[in-house]
């Protein structure tokens, strides 16, 4: 049996981190093309040919990087990751959480943050906050012997998402290593209970709905004086989908870090719980978690 004594945070990126898609930021100003101008092609090319549209928009950046005569590199990419805002607090929140978590334990639980996200790995991995992620999940490009985007090789949809926490909760971390072989509960290094994920919106219900299932916990962010993203969170909470939703205000003291805490108290606790009584069956002969 492992320790299972990791609490992993999962997030997704645009919407819940970020306020605004990594590519209004970064990719679109660079191509010279508006946010409502590029992603009314996508919608507009994902419905008439009943196309996957995160599919879309990836072969349309490279269609367009063409047609201006724009050579985009990973180093490309990379760099534009600085342009890249953040909801209030982001970039202390993780060493916040890490230093939370190991005061409330003792020292005996650790936390791993990682993204799942449809954006753009390679913008992601230039991000100021890349530091604090186990892993970054997201759609990629193949690039050509130049160095440059020719492809995509990497795509992550709303529901593919959900490998992804199968990856985490498995420890099989990288896309060559499979996780289609049973493996037992006792022996997954981050069970679901010990999962929280934090979303934005409709596109995280599967991740949601996967994580709630097995026993994990969901956090739904809106950015503030925002009535129509807080309406849907308010429905994801009245279908159960999440247990909490906040303001994407990720400062100390705010209702989102207040609600995080708790949560994290409570994993805190129920790992203590269980290393215990294992413990106590180990004392008197007897097999752990029987």
């Given at each position: 049996m492992t320790r299972q004594n990791t609490i992993a945070l999962v997030y997704d990126f645009d919407g819940t981190l970020s306020p605004q898609p990594m590519?209004?930021?970064?990719?679109?100003p660079k191509l010279g093309v508006t946010p409502d101008e590029f992603w009314g092609r996508v919608q507009r090319e994902s419905a008439e040919t009943v196309s996957e549209k995160m599919l879309v928009y990836m072969r349309l950046v490279l269609e367009l990087a063409q047609e201006r005569h724009v050579k985009i590199s990973r180093r490309d990419f990379r760099a534009m990751a600085a342009d890249i805002a953040y909801f209030p607090g982001v970039e202390d929140w993780f060493t916040r959480i890490n230093a939370y978590v190991k005061e409330r334990s003792a020292g005996r639980v650790k936390v791993q943050h990682y993204i799942i996200s449809a954006g753009m790995k390679e913008i992601l991995e230039g991000v100021s906050i890349r530091r604090h992620f186990k892993q970054i999940y997201a759609s990629e490009y193949h690039f050509n012997f130049q160095g440059i985007a020719t492809f995509p090789k990497v795509l992550i949809t709303d529901t593919s998402k959900t490998q992804y926490l199968f990856r985490v909760n498995k420890g099989r971390e990288t896309l060559?290593?499979?996780?289609?072989?049973?493996?037992?509960?006792a022996e997954r290094p981050i069970p679901f209970?010990?999962?929280?994920?934090?979303g934005d919106?409709?596109?995280?219900?599967?991740?949601?709905?996967?994580?709630?299932?097995?026993?994990?916990?969901?956090?739904?962010?809106?950015?503030e004086r925002?009535?129509?993203?807080?309406?849907?969170?308010?429905?994801l909470l009245e279908a159960g989908r999440v247990d909490f939703i906040a303001p994407a205000d990720y400062r100390p003291r705010s209702q989102l870090s207040r609600r995080t805490e708790l949560l994290l108290d409570?994993?805190?606790?129920?790992?203590?719980?269980?290393?215990?009584?294992d413990l106590c069956r180990r004392e008197n002969g007897l097999t752990e978690g029987a």
């Open positions: 590519q209004e930021y970064t990719l679109l060559n290593e499979s996780i289609n072989e049973h493996m037992p509960e209970h010990n999962m929280i994920y934090v919106g409709m596109t995280d219900v599967p991740s949601m709905a996967l994580t709630k299932k097995n026993g994990g916990h969901t956090i739904a962010v809106y950015p925002h009535d129509t993203d807080r309406e849907v969170c308010v429905r409570a994993l805190v606790s129920q790992i203590a719980y269980r290393q215990e009584t």
